[in-house]
């Protein structure tokens, strides 16, 4: 499988659980069970919201877009691997390859995004709370959210074109379930100092950049909630907070445990990369509808009518 000139390459081989032929019926189901689940509890988030009048505010907003980005996160990968899993073939073209790598950056990014929108969303409610509804006004809202769909996919656009002039030569062999950055970088001769570049802007500025704004946001949060006198409004504050903190911890936590793992520790990689892609999708929704109490009685009072 090794390939010695870079023109020849049509095609890469996924050598995910390649060598578990046993077990691959259920590697197969759980996958399709994690795939299932996700898809029917974001959808069920995204259903509630819209049809809910009360949940039409910023917050649900931002919510429902964040179960949209995990419905194509799964959908960019899990389909595929299945019909690796179930048909025996693990090849997959040059340009299904990065068509996946595109649409799998995409929805990080968009996700980076939102995950800090959110934070947002909840600084001006908890420590400006007079000017919430001047500053996340419905028009400023629907702004936001077609910029952050725009910023994605055209930084998405934008890196994916900078990696398709790397020469590919190494091997054909990717050790990972989908196409990404980390493992495709891993097949070339070179790293151009354009994909390098444009690799490092884009990690300052959707991952780090955000983080750190969502870390700040938090900290002022945290610093009026703690001077409230009343418990009960302290109470109500931390528990409007408590699901995307989570969510963030668990997202941003996997994303760098996954980053700092050895080039050559594929299986821990693919360990993350599963957690990352799959199980992190399947819970968000989970986690939002389990902690926030106006989401719990929006879906029983869906689930009755």
Known sequence: ?????????????????????RYKPLISIFFFLIYLVGVLVNSSIITVICFEVQ??????LFISNLSIVDIFFTSVTVP????????????????????????????AFAEDILLFIMAYDRYVA????????QI???????????????AAFLNSLLLVVSALNMSTCHSNIIHQFSCDAKSLTRTTCTTTLMFSEIAGIEILIFDFIPLMCTFISYVNIFSVIL?????????????????HVTVITIYYGTALIGYLIPPYSDVLDSVFNIVYTTIIPMIN????????????????GFLKR
């Open 227 to 243: 001077k409230m006198k009343s418990k009960e409004s302290r109470k109500k504050a931390f528990s409007t907070c408590s699901s």
């Open 285 to 300: 929704p989970i986690i939002y509808s389990l902690q926030n109490s106006n989401v719990q009685s929006a879906l029983l």
């Open 1 to 21: 499988m090794l390939v010695k000139n870079e023109t020849s390459i049509k095609y890469f081989y996924m050598l995910t659980f390649s060598g578990e032929t």
């Open 80 to 107: 595929k691997l299945l019909h690796m899993l179930l048909s025996g073939d693990h090849i997959i073209s040059f340009s299904q390859c990065y068509a996946q790598m595109y649409f799998f950056m995409s929805m």
């Open 136 to 150: 996340m006004n419905q028009r400023n809202c629907i702004l936001i959210t077609v910029g952050i769909w725009a």
């Open 55 to 60: 949940l039409h505010k910023p917050m649900y």
């Open 126 to 133: 908890i420590c400006i709370p007079l000017h919430y509804h």
